[in-house]
């Protein structure tokens, strides 16, 4: 299918529109909130959060026996905030890490949540819940309500973000300083994981409990390896999960019995790798890069002091000869070329007649060199 056929779909075909405008919206919040996740090393608290949550639903749908999209996600946000509350308080107030604190809440609470679906199964009116979408997601099952529930807590999530910037960027980098300037550290700190929360539960229809954590982190490790600063980080990680998120809902209507929420899933992991790979600064192809610059610099400084060692010397007619150069210092020839070149063209020494010789500029370094 061509692109006219998909920009066709994406706007008038209803089921593709509902579940790209809810996957969107999805990756959008969950990108930019999760970016100060990142910033915070508090990545596994997402999949803390959303394993967290999931009784919550749970309970909601026993209390209130229905199944409308903001009953059961006011119930996952109550519980995943529960959750959340108490990963902050074991750490403070006890010598339990926050690894471990995390891990009791992951198992406890998801454990807890399996066996009220459970129990929800052997109800006359199981096969109304459907709660086990919440497990792996269902897109698919997305509708306009659903839609309008996630951009509204989104929304809101966003504006408070942006309302509390200055605050939450000295909370990721320093929090210490905050605290001694009299800002209300702690307060900042639950209100932060809170809207992380709300980006969680918004999300658990689409992607799951399971996949959740997912897309809170993956956008935010990706548009860190391309900036150093916040803003553009808040950005291209939020632009990162509205993508996917998009792209995930397209193929999944172009290929059959596809799931959305994986799908999406595995788009943001790919942008991980290409980002891994591929960034400019950190990137590993950037870095190796680098690294081989940096080993034909020194080479190249190692062979001016050598000049320099043999300059004026009985053998300096040898041991200047490039052909000499290339057996003694063991280099193999494509090595000793890119040397060689590199010594040339940074105006460490001349080339003349098969020698080399030093410039004023050479000895400059070769001299700076042997004092480091």
Same mark, same amino acid.
């Given at each position: 299918?061509?692109?006219?056929?998909?920009?066709?779909?994406?706007?008038?075909?209803?089921?593709?529109?509902?579940?790209?405008?809810?996957?969107?919206?999805?990756?959008?919040?969950?990108?930019?909130?999760?970016?100060?996740?990142?910033?915070?090393?508090? *990545?596994?608290?997402?999949?803390? +959060?959303?394993?967290?949550?999931?009784?919550?639903?749970?309970?909601?749908?026993?209390?209130?026996? $229905?199944?409308? /999209?903001?009953?059961?996600?006011?119930?996952?946000?109550?519980?995943?905030?529960?959750?959340?509350?108490?990963?902050?308080?074991? &750490?403070?107030?006890?010598?339990?890490?926050?690894?471990?604190?995390?891990? +009791?809440?992951? $198992?406890?609470?998801?454990?807890?949540?399996?066996?009220?679906?459970?129990?929800?199964?052997?109800?006359? =009116?199981?096969?109304?819940?459907?709660?086990?979408?919440?497990?792996?997601?269902?897109?698919?099952?997305?509708?306009?309500?659903?839609?309008?529930? =996630?951009?509204?807590?989104?929304?809101?999530?966003?504006?408070? !973000?942006?309302?509390?910037?200055?605050?939450?960027?000295?909370? *990721?980098?320093? /929090?210490?300083?905050?605290?001694? #300037?009299?800002?209300?550290?702690?307060?900042?700190?639950?209100?932060?994981?809170?809207?992380?929360?709300?980006?969680?539960? +918004?999300?658990? @229809?689409?992607?799951?409990?399971?996949?959740?954590?997912?897309?809170?982190?993956? /956008?935010?490790?990706?548009?860190?390896?391309?900036?150093?600063?916040?803003?553009?980080?808040?950005?291209?990680?939020?632009?990162?999960?509205?993508?996917?998120? #998009?792209?995930?809902? !397209?193929?999944?209507?172009?290929?059959?019995?596809?799931?959305?929420?994986?799908?999406?899933?595995?788009?943001?992991?790919?942008? #991980?790798? !290409?980002?891994?790979?591929?960034?400019?600064?950190?990137? +590993?192809?950037?870095?190796?890069?680098?690294?081989?610059?940096?080993?034909? @610099?020194?080479?190249?400084?190692?062979?001016?002091?050598?000049?320099?060692?043999?300059?004026?010397?009985?053998?300096?007619? #040898?041991? &200047?000869?490039?052909?000499?150069?290339?057996?003694?210092?063991?280099?193999?020839?494509?090595?000793?070329?890119?040397?060689?070149?590199?010594?040339? &063209? $940074?105006?460490?020494?001349?080339?003349?007649?098969?020698?080399?010789?030093?410039? $004023?500029?050479?000895?400059?370094?070769?001299?700076?060199?042997?004092?480091?």
């Amino acid at each position: 299918m061509n692109l006219g056929q998909i920009l066709h779909d994406l706007l008038f075909d209803y089921t593709l529109r509902t579940v790209a405008m809810g996957s969107a919206a999805l990756g959008l919040v969950s990108g930019v909130l999760g970016a100060f996740a990142v910033l915070r090393r508090q *990545s596994l608290l997402g999949d803390a +959060i959303s394993h967290a949550a999931l009784p919550g639903v749970a309970l909601a749908f026993l209390l209130t026996m $229905s199944r409308a /999209p903001l009953v059961l996600v006011l119930g996952a946000t109550l519980s995943g905030w529960l959750g959340t509350l108490f990963v902050i308080t074991v &750490t403070r107030q006890t010598r339990i890490k926050q690894d471990t604190a995390l891990g +009791i809440v992951l $198992s406890v609470f998801f454990g807890f949540g399996m066996l009220l679906l459970s129990i929800i199964q052997r109800m006359p =009116t199981a096969s109304k819940a459907g709660l086990d979408k919440f497990l792996f997601g269902q897109a698919a099952t997305l509708m306009s309500r659903d839609v309008v529930t =996630t951009a509204a807590l989104g929304a809101a999530a966003l504006l408070v !973000v942006l309302l509390l910037w200055k605050e939450f960027k000295l909370l *990721s980098f320093d /929090p210490a300083f905050m605290k001694s #300037v009299g800002y209300p550290v702690r307060r900042l700190d639950i209100l932060l994981t809170t809207l992380m929360v709300i980006a969680i539960v +918004i999300g658990l @229809q689409t992607v799951g409990v399971v996949l959740m954590s997912a897309m809170l982190v993956a /956008p935010a490790a990706a548009a860190r390896q391309w900036t150093d600063k916040l803003g553009r980080m808040v950005l291209l990680s939020g632009g990162f999960g509205a993508l996917v998120g #998009v792209l995930g809902a !397209v193929t999944s209507a172009q290929v059959g019995r596809l799931p959305t929420g994986p799908t999406i899933v595995l788009y943001v992991s790919g942008i #991980v790798v !290409v980002s891994l790979l591929a960034a400019p600064d950190r990137g +590993i192809v950037a870095q190796l890069r680098r690294r081989r610059r940096q080993r034909v @610099q020194f080479a190249a400084e190692a062979l001016a002091i050598h000049l320099l060692n043999h300059e004026g010397a009985p053998d300096a007619a #040898v041991e &200047t000869a490039i052909a000499h150069l290339r057996q003694h210092l063991q280099w193999d020839e494509s090595f000793a070329e890119r040397v060689t070149r590199r010594t040339i &063209t $940074s105006g460490l020494a001349e080339r003349s007649n098969g020698h080399l010789r030093l410039t $004023s500029y050479g000895r400059e370094v070769a001299r700076r060199a042997m004092a480091r």
